[in-house]
């Protein structure tokens, strides 16, 4: 099983970025999937959790701009973020509970994808 993020990048101050996250491999099927971030230096950041229901739940430093949400025929999550700051800049990580094949569950990462906003 495979975690894939995708769609980081260099971004403008107010600016946009939507981040994918899919999972794949030997899936049975995907419980909570979430989105961390970190930045050099600091902690790991919990942004938002998303559950195979669609309930979300939001860190507070992204409430109001960040948009999580899924789609579980791709086992894929999604960010939204928009109001982009430079202290947004960090690593995006996204991390799913995956029920496998044989019934067992285990917690799984992506690989993490860079977010830069900067002028």
């Known amino acids: 099983v495979q975690l894939q993020a995708s769609g980081g990048g260099l971004v403008q101050p107010g600016g946009s970025l939507r981040l994918s996250c899919a999972a794949s491999g030997s899936i049975g099927s995907v419980n909570v999937m979430g989105w961390y971030r970190q930045a050099p230096g600091k902690q790991r950041e919990l942004l938002a959790t998303?559950?195979?229901?669609?309930?979300?739940n939001y860190g507070d430093s992204v409430k109001g701009r960040f948009t999580a949400s899924r789609d579980n025929t791709k086992n894929t999550l999604y960010l939204q973020m928009n109001s982009l700051k430079p202290e947004d800049t960090a690593v995006y990580l996204c991390h799913a509970n995956i029920i496998v094949l044989s019934g067992l569950e285990y917690s799984y990462w992506g690989q993490g994808t860079l977010v830069t906003v900067s002028s």
């Open positions: 998303v559950s195979r229901g669609g309930t979300t």
